[in-house]
């Protein structure tokens, strides 16, 4: 693991991850709460339309992943990150619709970018927001 800066204290939540290239935050919609211990995978496609791993993680107490890739290993291209719902259903006694909940997205097709992705999920449901702003200077 790499150690990303941190603009504030490393115990506070929603923290600026300026520094840090991709974070991911993940909500139960139905508790209202984060969600931790979610395992989720990111993929980069290659120039023959393929899916290789690039990182793995899981949500901390906060329903945070933080260090996930470092800038030198995102580099432009199509992005997709996997979340496993269906374990996190599971383990709260419900059956879920979902198999797992993705997103594919094209990072830095203008210029460098930091993306903030949040996903809000409930057994029948998600949905993604992302946050995308410029890098540190």
Request: some cysteine.
């Amino acid at each position: 693991m790499f150690t990303c800066k941190r603009f504030l204290p490393m115990n506070l939540h929603g923290g600026s991850d300026t520094h840090c290239p991709l974070t991911v935050k993940m909500l139960d919609a139905v508790k209202g709460i984060p969600i931790g211990g979610v395992a989720l995978q990111v993929f980069r496609q290659g120039a023959d339309g393929t899916w290789g791993k690039v990182a793995h993680g899981n949500t901390d107490t906060a329903g945070e992943v933080h260090e996930l890739i470092t800038d030198q290993d995102f580099i432009p291209g199509i992005y997709r990150v996997v979340f496993d719902t269906k374990a996190y259903w599971k383990a709260e006694g419900r059956t879920p619709f979902y198999e797992f909940a993705d997103v594919v997205f094209e990072a830095h097709a203008e210029e460098h970018r930091h993306y903030t992705l949040a996903l809000l999920i409930s057994p029948f449901s998600h949905t993604m927001t992302a946050v995308v702003s410029k890098v540190h200077d």
